[in-house]
């Protein structure tokens, strides 16, 4: 009998758009430190687990009409406290004043984010607020894996301007811009690592031309939780998961899929 599984833990990934002129839509991706004890080495979207700070914050904030309750907020507030954690990025983050974040004010955010691991203080020091409605829903997997994380996808859009990154060099080997299609050639080619999940929600951003047209397929597409399973067909074992979803590919031989 194979031991029970720790309970998932809550965890948010947040999918980046840009759109520079004359160019197709590229998503932001991250290589995670081959040290890693989870997915070290693979190239994944900008994210991490929630945290007790992201929950209490969560907790003083109403959960807007039509949104998954306080569980949904609190991801929203971790997807965007990882991405600027992670990328310098300050995404589903407004000034009170209705400036512009700049890149100097996203630098000491991040800086400070660092020192104090959560979002709050952060927020009450610039002078922001959170503009979590600036995320939408994509997607919500829960892998059965030793360590299981559930984890919801966020979809956002940054616009069409150049904008200046660097990795969190406790975590993050590089970041590059790259259409869904390039990144899974590149994975192709033996260029990049890819989970199962990420594999396939590639596959499934590849499908649009943009930011516009993904958001719109996500708020017509049911956001259920997928927990792949493996099946045996004709002596072979394939991680799959139900159709219906928005998933142009469902499985894989097990034995070419990444789980961790």
């Given at each position: 009998?194979?031991a029970?599984?720790?309970?998932?833990?809550?965890?948010?990934?947040?999918?980046?758009?840009?759109?520079?002129?004359?160019?197709q839509?590229?998503?932001?991706?991250?290589?995670?430190?081959?040290?890693?004890?989870?997915?070290?080495?693979?190239?994944?979207?900008?994210?991490?687990?929630?945290?007790?700070?992201?929950?209490?914050?969560?907790a003083?904030?109403?959960?807007?009409?039509?949104?998954?309750?306080?569980?949904?907020?609190?991801?929203?507030?971790?997807?965007?406290?990882?991405?600027?954690?992670?990328?310098?990025?300050?995404?589903?983050?407004?000034?009170?004043?209705?400036?512009?974040?700049?890149?100097?004010?996203?630098?000491?955010?991040?800086?400070?984010?660092?020192?104090?691991?959560?979002?709050?203080?952060?927020?009450?020091?610039m002078?922001?607020?959170?503009?979590?409605?600036?995320?939408?829903?994509?997607?919500?997997?829960?892998?059965?894996?030793?360590?299981?994380?559930?984890?919801?996808?966020?979809?956002?859009?940054?616009?069409?301007?150049?904008?200046?990154?660097a990795?969190?060099?406790?975590?993050?080997?590089?970041?590059?811009?790259?259409?869904?299609?390039?990144?899974?050639?590149?994975?192709?080619?033996?260029?990049?690592?890819?989970l199962?999940?990420?594999?396939?929600?590639?596959?499934?951003?590849?499908?649009?031309?943009?930011?516009?047209?993904?958001?719109r397929?996500?708020?017509?597409t049911?956001?259920?939780?997928?927990?792949?399973?493996?099946?045996?067909?004709?002596?072979?074992?394939?991680?799959?998961?139900?159709?219906?979803?928005?998933?142009?590919?469902?499985?894989?031989?097990?034995?070419?899929?990444?789980?961790?």
């Open positions: 009998m194979s029970p599984l720790d309970p998932p833990r809550p965890a948010a990934t947040l999918i980046i758009f840009r759109q520079p002129k004359g160019e839509a590229q998503v932001l991706m991250l290589v995670r430190g081959s040290t890693m004890r989870f997915a070290g080495g693979a190239c994944v979207f900008p994210g991490g687990g929630v945290d007790e700070a992201d929950r209490q914050l969560a003083t904030l109403p959960a807007p009409t039509g949104w998954d309750g306080h569980d949904d907020m609190a991801a929203r507030i971790a997807a965007i406290r990882e991405t600027l954690e992670e990328t310098g990025l300050a995404i589903g983050l407004t000034r009170r004043d209705g400036r512009r974040i700049g890149a100097d004010d996203a630098a000491e955010a991040r800086a400070m984010l660092t020192r104090s691991l959560a979002l709050a203080p952060v927020l009450g020091h002078g922001w607020a959170l503009d979590a409605a600036a995320l939408t829903p994509f997607a919500r997997w829960c892998p059965r894996l030793p360590r299981p994380y559930d984890t919801r996808f966020y979809l956002a859009d940054l616009g069409t301007g150049a904008v200046a990154l990795p969190d060099a406790g975590e993050s080997e590089s970041l590059l811009w790259v259409t869904p299609g390039q990144a899974l050639d590149q994975a192709d080619a033996g260029d990049l690592s890819l199962f999940p990420t594999r396939r929600n590639l596959e499934r951003l590849a499908q649009f031309s943009g930011f516009g047209e993904t958001r397929h996500a708020l017509a049911p956001l259920d939780t997928i927990t792949p399973r493996i099946i045996e067909r004709d002596g072979q074992s394939w991680l799959t998961f139900p159709t219906g979803l928005g998933y142009p590919v469902v499985e894989q031989p097990l034995d070419q899929a990444r789980r961790q």
